[in-house]
């Protein structure tokens, strides 16, 4: 988890309210990832980003919206939260590093978000 | 659509022993496959990085192999210890990018 925090760790909403969880990195990685993990569908890639201002959708993202406008910070919107975007939500980052292809993902501690 | 693959029974071995973990995709040739351990309340690690024209990797007790013809790769960890008890995932990459396609993952238990 070194170098990447999230916020909050722990969100109880309502449904119909809009959420916005933060990620923030300190290793100035070019890639930023937000996934969904729940049980028995593995983790599932919501967006992504692949530089400042550069984002674009994954498999499950509709009802989510991201912003980057800063290299260190994700951010991930919940427009109008829904019971089945009760979930782990992770974090991740990547970069070329000193070897090319180097693919690997680092990810943070996580956000668990119960919407009621 | 591409589909991973992983043995959701969970595997249950005595210390000491090898745990050999199964990968297997589907509806795409990936450029690269990668393994991760996941422990409970916790986000993945990355373990190894195996690419496709590599049939073996290893990293201490750890070992990888990827059979691109099988369309499956085999995770083993050698003598095996209590602490090595997590899920360990395996993930793909989409189109050759930095985008992965994750397994749901099988859970190890090591008994003392």
């Known amino acids: 988890d070194a170098g990447i925090t999230q916020s909050p760790r722990h969100k109880v909403t309502e449904t119909g309210t809009p959420v916005t969880l933060r990620c923030h990195q300190t290793?100035?990685?070019?890639?930023m990832y937000w996934y969904r993990q729940d049980p028995g569908h593995g983790l599932r890639l919501i967006h992504y980003?692949?530089?400042?201002?550069?984002?674009d959708k994954g498999e499950v993202s509709d009802g989510y919206s991201v912003s980057r406008s800063k290299t260190e910070d994700f951010l991930l919107t919940l427009e109008s939260a829904t019971s089945s975007q009760t979930s782990v939500y992770f974090c991740?980052?990547?970069?070329?590093?000193?070897?090319?292809?180097?693919?690997?993902?680092?990810f943070g501690p996580g956000t668990r978000l119960t919407v009621t | 659509s591409q589909k991973i693959e992983q043995n959701s029974e969970a595997l249950n071995i005595q210390e000491g022993k090898t745990a050999t973990l199964t990968c297997n995709y589907t509806?795409?040739?990936?450029?690269?496959l990668q393994w991760y351990r996941q422990d409970p309340g916790r986000g993945p690690v990355f373990l190894l990085l195996?690419?496709?024209?590599?049939k073996e990797k290893r990293k201490e007790r750890l070992k990888v192999t990827f059979d691109t013809t099988l369309k499956q790769s085999l995770f083993h960890i050698t003598a095996s210890q209590p602490a090595d008890s997590a899920t360990y995932l395996c993930?793909?990459?989409?189109?050759?990018?930095?985008?992965?396609?994750f397994g749901s993952g099988t859970r190890l238990l090591v008994r003392p």
């Open positions: 991740a980052i990547s970069d070329q590093g000193r070897q090319a292809y180097s693919y690997e993902q680092y």
């Open positions: 290793e100035n990685h070019r890639y």
């Open positions: 980003s692949y530089g400042v201002k550069d984002t």
């Open positions: 509806n795409y040739s990936p450029a690269y």
């Open positions: 195996i690419r496709e024209n590599e």
């Open positions: 993930a793909l990459d989409m189109d050759s990018s930095y985008k992965l396609i």
